[in-house]
């Protein structure tokens, strides 16, 4: 096979090569990275027996089941994530809305901004996409037990799915850096939660080395199955759009797992001429995090790990796993990268929540990373974008919290609650003013 392709043979099984060397390897293969040289692993399906409409029309039909994992909106497109037979951890994920709001187009300054919120996944992040990929692959591989360092999402993902597969789960997340509702999630799904004296990026350090001494399958976003499952939120916005691509697609970058997963979704619909058009994938970082635009502003010839400070604790990431994969994605997407400040992330997501919708910090920084490449004319006022949102308001609760009731100078568009007497002259009071 020759190293560049995108797909095997018809009929053959899926296998993982190695990015860095192009070694191959079978799709038994457990670890994380190449055993020959440690680099990231990339899947390569065998080209899909169905070919152009046919396929569309093949996941189309799956859409409306409501039962076994083809209700998923991962598990539909299973031939470009995990063809073959045997079991499926599903809960089921996906199925997310593609939604137009005016108030937040307008904010932006894009008027046919849409936004698909993966929010809406089971445990309220886009990492549930990846999650049923991974803990599928370690339950066919044999797994006895699954690990993840993490933000947070990644760990309230896994222990939901470890939990459906009766595996133990091992979750390391970085000491006072993770969102509360996240951290109750991996508590009340069951996973053993090691609090870690560090940062994230020693909590990667951690799980990566705990793996390969402990033998424990490692579910973190350098997991090559993970992308194969995150793909999907391209292939589903895109069959939501009837299969006519966007110009850009939107959405937050940390450790730079989803920005591999999307460029590798478009790249695999344009070779199988599924789409015609190649959107332009735009990465958002916070600018206390942002190694990766910092790079893109050099044409990627330095990579600086920083030390991360942001409020949007998922994207807090110094030096982001997926480096390599995803300095491609937007090289092949004529893509681009920018870092937005910490006040556009709590405005546009005051906006984002004002409009009934609702995401946390770091899926923000889409909608903040469109109004700023609006801003300086990198997106046209005509062209069509989708923005990513990635987690669930009620993620971090506390954060929300502060900026209506305790931040300092008050901000904009902060939302005071207001004690009153109980008495219906103290409401109509506050009627008036409203
Ligand atoms: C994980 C996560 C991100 C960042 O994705 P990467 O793949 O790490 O770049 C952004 N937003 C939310 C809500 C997340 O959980
Ligand atoms: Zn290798």
Redesign the pocket.
């Known amino acids: 096979m020759s190293r560049d392709a995108l797909f095997s043979a018809e009929g053959a099984a899926s296998i993982q090569r190695c990015g860095s060397c192009g070694a191959e390897w079978p799709f038994t293969l457990t670890a994380s990275a190449c055993p020959t040289c440690d680099g990231l692993l990339e899947v390569i399906h065998p080209h899909p027996a169905m070919h152009g409409a046919a396929l569309l029309s093949r996941f189309g039909g799956r859409c409306c089941t409501h039962h076994g994992s083809e209700a998923s909106g991962v598990w539909r497109f299973r031939e470009l994530v995990m063809p073959g037979e045997g079991a499926v951890v599903s809960h089921p994920e996906g199925n997310t809305p593609l939604m137009h709001r005016a108030s937040i187009a307008e904010y932006a300054g894009v008027s046919s901004l849409m936004l698909k919120h993966e929010g809406r996944n089971p445990t309220g ?1 886009f ?1 549930d996409r990846g999650m049923t990929a991974a803990v599928t692959h370690a339950v066919r591989t044999g797994a006895t037990a699954v690990a993840c360092a993490s ?1 947070g ?2 760990s309230a993902s896994l222990a939901a799915y470890a939990a459906q597969a009766g595996l133990p789960a091992l979750v390391f997340v970085p000491e006072g850096k993770v969102a509360l509702g996240k951290i109750a999630q991996a508590l009340a799904y069951g996973a053993r939660t090691l609090i870690v004296k560090g940062d994230f990026d020693d909590c990667l350090r951690l799980a990566r080395e705990s793996s390969r001494e402990l033998g424990v399958y490692l579910a973190n ?1 350098v997991n090559p199955w993970r992308v194969e499952g995150q793909k999907t939120i391209v292939f589903e916005m895109l069959q939501q759009l009837g299969w006519q691509a966007p110009d850009w697609i939107v959405l ?8 591999s997963a999307f460029g590798k979704a478009l790249r695999e619909l344009h070779a199988l001429g599924l789409i015609t058009k190649m959107p332009r994938v735009l990465s958002v970082q916070a600018m206390g995090a942002a190694p990766f635009a910092h790079a893109f502003d050099t044409g990627f010839t330095t990579h600086e790990p920083v030390r991360a400070a942001t409020v949007a604790t ?2 807090r ?1 110094g030096d982001p796993a997926s480096w390599d994969r995803a300095v491609r994605v937007i090289r092949d997407t004529n893509g681009a990268v920018l870092a937005v400040s910490d006040d556009a992330i709590l405005d546009a997501k005051a906006v984002i929540d004002a409009a009934g919708v609702g995401c ?1 910090p ?2 923000a920084a889409s909608v903040a990373g469109v109004r700023a490449a609006r801003a300086s004319g990198l997106i046209g006022a005509d062209d069509s974008v989708v923005a990513v949102l ?2 669930h308001v009620l993620k971090d609760p506390e954060l929300v919290v502060q900026y209506h009731e305790q931040m300092r100078p008050v901000p904009p568009r902060a939302n005071k609650p207001i004690p009153i007497d109980a008495t219906v002259a103290d409401v109509a009071r506050v009627l008036q003013r409203t």
Do not use: Q
Request: aromatic fraction near 0%; glycine fraction near 14%; avoid cysteine.
């Open positions: 992040s990492k933000t999402n990644t976003s937050p970058a940390g450790n730079l797992g989803n920005t998922a994207i990431i946390e770091a899926s990635t987690g």
